[in-house]
Every structure is written in structure tokens, then in C-alpha cells.
């Protein structure tokens, strides 16, 4: 038997991996929690538009990523994107290029379709602005998917995209996460946040990727799953770590992941 979560954390990318498809229960009303960048999507945002439109300030990403907050420096890399000349046009073009994968897309429409005690909840470090332009353009605002998007707030300002942090650095309450969430928000409190505005669910799904969502996967319970990407951050500190309690099962490609999803139906 394949040790999945050692293949999932040290492998090399395989192209036709152990598949990790062993049936599910039903559960009667499910939340299904989808971080973005890398798990709904098939690249991360904040980086595709700079390897889209500028690949000098892709090298700065590099760069400056040790030395500054994450959301800081996504913000002052589109306000360098702004001087080189980029347009909005160009930043929304650039958007609905990325590529969200068509088995991702069909299988939470398919699990919307067949189970209707099924709700999905957006989370992501990415912003309102690359979010609210990319879905349309996949076809998963209509009929809506998501109850909740949580992320970084953004907002044009003229043929500028300003992004800033979803908690702000001068707010009275800052989050106390010890797990490693980046400063400008902890998923793991933003997750408990939704649970307390929302009934209660028989079962809690997490689909996600780095290693910022390793502290919601520590929120999750025994009865919970979470479907993690292989070779990526999460499964790395879960492997390193430790302290899960939900069921994990892994995956490379959104065929896998859509082959996961149809378990909860």
C-alpha cells in the first residue's frame, strides 16, 4: 500500500499517481471550503499577472516576497504594474486567462446539482477584484456557487487596482494565530467565523493547498475531510506536523480533484 501522505509531500509530480479514491459516507448537509490560488484554480493569481504582463516585476515578486508582508508587496507590485503602463483592460485579460480547470468546474457544479444539502464557502488570500473577474469567466456566478467569498479587500481606482489587507495592519484587533498565518488574516479564525454565521453541517470538506491552510485543516474534526494537493505547502506540513484529525485525501490534478468531489454526492 502506498503511504499517500509521504507520496503527497516528497514526490516528484507524477503523471499518473495512486489514485486515492476510497468511498466517503453521506452526510446529510456538507459545507465544501475551497481555498483559490492553486486548488480551485489551476495557478496562483497574484503571480500569474505579473508572469502574464510583466515578467521583470514576476522577478521582483521573488525578490522582495522574504522581505515584505505578502499583501503589502502584491499591493505595491500592481502599483509598479500601474507606472509600467498596464491598463485595467490588460489586468482583467490577463484574469480571464488563468486557467481554472473544466473537471474543477464540472464537479462542483455536478455536486451543487446532486446534492442540494451541499454549501460552498470561498477562501482564499487572493483579492476581491482577481476573484469577482476570473469566476464569471468560468461560468460559477450563474446560477451562484458560493455563499461567502472571504479574501483580501481590492477596489480600481481609476486604471489602478488597489489591494489591501483584509485585516489592516493600524485595526484594533489583530488575529492571534500561532499556526503561521500571514498577518492579514488567519483562515483557521475566518473558517470558525463562518461556522458561527451559519447552521450547523454534518460534515466539513476542505479543499486546499499551502501551507496557509494548514491551520483550518487543525480546525477540522474527525468526522471532516480535507482534499489536499500533493507536492504543495500543505501537504508538506501535514506530513511535517502532524495534528490532523479529519480524513485527508490526496490529490495532483483537477481530474482527481473532480473524482474526489463526486464522493459527496
Known sequence: MTDQRTLAASS????????????????????VV?????????????????EVLSPRLRIEFCRLKPQMQFTDMCAHLLAELHKEGHSRADLEGALRRMPVHPGMVRGVRE????????????LSNSNEVY??????SVGLTEPPLFTEIVTNPAHWDGELLRLSRRIAPDAAEQHTCKV?????????DELDAFRKRHESYDRIIYVGDGGNDYCPILRLGPNDV???????????????????????????GAWEAEQLLGLLA
Request: charged share 25%; with cysteine.
Open 180 to 188: 503561521g498565518c500571514s498577518a492579514n488574516m488567519c483562515k483557521g
Open 111 to 122: 455536486l451543487q446539482r446532486k446534492h442540494p444539502g451541499t454549501e460552498f464557502f470561498l
Open 131 to 136: 476573484i469577482g473577474t476570473i469566476l464569471p
Open 34 to 50: 475551497f481555498d483559490f490560488d492553486w486548488s480551485l484554480a489551476d495557478q496562483d493569481t497574484d503571480r500569474w499577472v505579473h
Open 12 to 31: 516528484i509530480v507524477l503523471e499518473d499517481p495512486p489514485l486515492d479514491f476510497e468511498p466517503l459516507p453521506r452526510a446529510a448537509r456538507q459545507l
Open 226 to 252: 480535507a482534499f489536499v494537493r500533493r507536492n504543495r505547502g500543505l501537504a508538506k506540513r501535514i506530513a511535517d506536523e502532524g495534528g490532523v484529525q479529519c480524513t485527508v485525501r490526496y490529490w495532483t
